[in-house]
């Protein structure tokens, strides 16, 4: 048995309450934690981050925003020699400026991990089925519907030959936006090459990103990656 705990304060002196500065003094993870985090099972239940791959969908976003984001509730993952498998239900954890960050129980995120390490020669498999849930959400003075698109995807990331390395990801999603159906896509192609051994060698990369939009956006059907 583990409890973890974890605040956080993001505050800048002299800005103010600027627009994402105005984070104070918050739980940003406080859970508990059953079996062992590097072999065999473990459990968490609580306000805990969460990640896919390079956190391109799912992503603790500690990078980009001072605030980052944490979720309230439960995880299962696995783990065993090259093989991790993880699975969790919870919500988006609302970011208050003059209360506790509570949890927006509307809005839910559900999902499935597989991490494959040394598959081919080397290759990491990602393969990965999410469930975004928005229930209730009024869009404009329309009635509340509820908001279920599912995602699934895989990333593949691996050495080649000549110091070449490659991350590749697409994702699929459908369903179903204020009684409009999805269906989109998006992918993700990188490639670079190091010159030399060691960590502080240089390198050039080459990165492609590409997501659907909507050609026609009055055709009662939304093909935006979101």
Known sequence: LRITGEV????????????????????????????????????????????LGDERLVAADNFWDPLGRSWDGASLAYRRGDLKLHWFSASNVAQLEKRLDRPCWQDRLHGFVATLTKVW????LEPYALLDELLGHQHGDGPRTNERIATVGTRAVGDLPARLKYNFEV????????????????????FSHQFGAGDRAPSV????????GDRAPDDRRRNTFD
């Open 8 to 51: 956080q304060d993001a505050r800048a002196p002299g800005i103010g309450n600027a627009e994402g500065y105005a984070g104070r003094a918050d739980a940003r993870q406080a859970y508990v934690a059953l079996g062992r985090a590097r072999a065999g099972w473990e459990f968490r239940l609580g306000r805990q981050e969460l990640s």
């Open 121 to 124: 020669g080397g290759v990491q």
């Open 171 to 190: 994702a699929l999603q459908r369903g179903r936006s204020h009684s409009t159906p999805v269906q989109a896509w998006a992918c993700h192609h990188e």
């Open 205 to 212: 990369g080459f990165e492609y990103n590409y997501a659907s």
